[in-house]
């Protein structure tokens, strides 16, 4: 039996996330999996009644649960950084899920804006790191409101974080087995004491992966070669900033926001599954938005289960969808709604 927590969130988060529920209970009846499901109200709604994002309380209840399924965070009302701080990162740190998983897969080139570009061409897989770096919040303002006023916002690697993710991307790679090939995407030309770390370590568990190709490319140069040749990669691996970066243009060669699905991982304990588009405020309630990230989300979190044939299935029928049936990957213009959307997956599945 699955215990999976969803967490709908804010803006359009509850309208994905019912979508989503819709082709889990559907996968359930064909592929023979039970599940059970327990919704929390985290968000921005919650913290404007109550003043509260996440407790120590919460955490270890989510603890309790082999998933969690996750909207959007990020609520109009709110000044930025209380929710993403008090609940994303809050949740990424406290639970571990030191990986977070962004496959970048192009369906149907309609969708591309790139030229002559197919799906054979873009198709891979960023492995971020996603405890450390720049997102552990560590630094201090020098003289704050002065003329010589100094901002130091520091990023923190060790070796321990640095290792586990670099060898999560090998074993990624070597699972997944196609090009097999992982790029290491940093910039050690400039940042010299972190990268100097990603750079010998990689080198470092490369010697036990003989049939794993290796390179290396600056995060300037990999956003570059996104555009001009994503056939070029398999895997990458990469530090939390940086991975931050280029998954959002990963998500607009494969077709935007609307189908960009990620996972933040913890392979040993709870992991959060969830759409990378955000909340979405100005569509909200409108029945437009795209639901099919939030659908690969659950497809991605059946085949972390272990339900491997049905979050494939899921994929299919995703794939069935976007590339027979709708106009447009963008919300308000997919030909379809939000709600018509979940069925037509729903129904080739």
Same mark, same amino acid.
């Given at each position: 039996?699955?215990?999976?927590?969803?967490?709908?969130?804010?803006?359009? $988060?509850?309208?994905?996330?019912?979508?989503?529920?819709?082709?889990? %209970?559907? /996968?359930?009846?064909?592929?023979? &999996?039970?599940?059970?499901?327990?919704?929390? #109200?985290?968000?921005?709604?919650?913290?404007? +009644?109550?003043?509260?994002?996440?407790?120590?309380?919460?955490?270890?209840?989510?603890?309790?649960?082999?998933?969690?399924?996750?909207?959007?965070?990020?609520?109009?009302?709110?000044?930025?950084?209380?929710? %993403?701080?008090?609940?994303?990162?809050?949740?990424?740190?406290?639970?571990?899920?030191?990986?977070?998983?962004?496959?970048?897969?192009?369906?149907?080139?309609?969708?591309?804006?790139?030229?002559?570009?197919?799906?054979?061409?873009?198709?891979?897989? *960023?492995?971020?790191?996603?405890?450390?770096?720049?997102?552990?919040?560590? $630094?201090?303002?020098?003289?704050?409101?002065?003329?010589?006023?100094?901002?130091?916002?520091? !990023?923190?690697?060790?070796?321990?974080?640095? %290792?586990?993710?670099?060898?999560?991307?090998?074993?990624?790679?070597?699972?997944?087995?196609?090009?097999?090939?992982?790029?290491?995407?940093?910039?050690?030309?400039? @940042?010299?004491?972190?990268?100097? @770390?990603? %750079?010998?370590?990689?080198?470092?568990?490369?010697?036990?992966?003989?049939?794993?190709?290796?390179?290396?490319?600056?995060?300037?140069?990999?956003?570059?070669?996104?555009?001009?040749?994503?056939?070029?990669? #398999?895997?990458? *691996?990469?530090?939390?900033? &940086?991975?931050?970066?280029?998954?959002?243009?990963?998500?607009?060669?494969?077709?935007?926001?609307?189908?960009?699905?990620?996972?933040?991982?913890?392979?040993?304990?709870?992991?959060?599954?969830?759409?990378?588009?955000?909340?979405?405020?100005?569509?909200?309630? +409108?029945?437009?938005?795209?639901?099919? /990230?939030?659908?690969?989300?659950?497809?991605?979190?059946?085949?972390?289960?272990?339900?491997? +044939?049905?979050?494939? /299935?899921?994929?299919?029928?995703?794939?069935?969808?976007?590339?027979? +049936?709708?106009? !447009?990957?963008?919300?308000?213009?997919?030909?379809? !709604?939000?709600?018509?959307?979940?069925?037509?997956?729903?129904?080739?599945?």
């Amino acid at each position: 039996m699955h215990k999976i927590a969803v967490i709908p969130g804010d803006g359009t $988060g509850p309208e994905v996330i019912r979508e989503g529920l819709k082709v889990l %209970e559907a /996968a359930s009846g064909k592929f023979k &999996f039970k599940y059970e499901t327990k919704v929390f #109200d985290f968000g921005g709604e919650r913290y404007l +009644k109550t003043g509260k994002v996440l407790d120590d309380a919460d955490i270890e209840e989510l603890k309790k649960y082999s998933a969690i399924f996750l909207g959007a965070i990020g609520h109009p009302g709110v000044k930025p950084g209380i929710l %993403e701080t008090g609940i994303l990162l809050k949740l990424r740190f406290s639970l571990d899920q030191y990986i977070n998983l962004r496959p970048v897969k192009l369906y149907d080139d309609r969708f591309c804006p790139l030229k002559d570009k197919k799906p054979q061409d873009i198709d891979f897989v *960023v492995v971020r790191e996603n405890s450390e770096g720049l997102y552990k919040g560590m $630094g201090e303002f020098k003289d704050k409101g002065g003329k010589d006023e100094v901002a130091i916002q520091v !990023s923190y690697n060790t070796r321990k974080g640095v %290792e586990r993710c670099i060898r999560y991307a090998f074993e990624y790679c070597r699972k997944r087995n196609k090009k097999k090939k992982l790029t290491l995407c940093g910039k050690t030309n400039v @940042l010299t004491y972190a990268w100097d @770390l990603w %750079e010998r370590t990689f080198n470092e568990v490369a010697r036990e992966y003989s049939d794993i190709a290796t390179d290396y490319a600056h995060v300037d140069a990999t956003t570059m070669w996104f555009v001009k040749n994503p056939e070029w990669f #398999d895997v990458i *691996v990469t530090d939390n900033m &940086f991975g931050d970066i280029i998954t959002d243009l990963g998500a607009m060669i494969q077709g935007g926001m609307g189908i960009a699905a990620g996972g933040n991982i913890n392979p040993a304990g709870v992991s959060m599954f969830e759409p990378i588009g955000g909340s979405a405020p100005k569509y909200t309630g +409108k029945n437009v938005i795209n639901p099919l /990230a939030a659908i690969c989300a659950a497809g991605m979190m059946l085949e972390n289960l272990g339900e491997v +044939k049905a979050g494939k /299935a899921v994929e299919d029928a995703v794939i069935k969808v976007a590339t027979s +049936k709708l106009k !447009s990957l963008a919300a308000g213009k997919m030909g379809y !709604s939000t709600q018509e959307v979940g069925d037509l997956v729903v129904g080739n599945l």
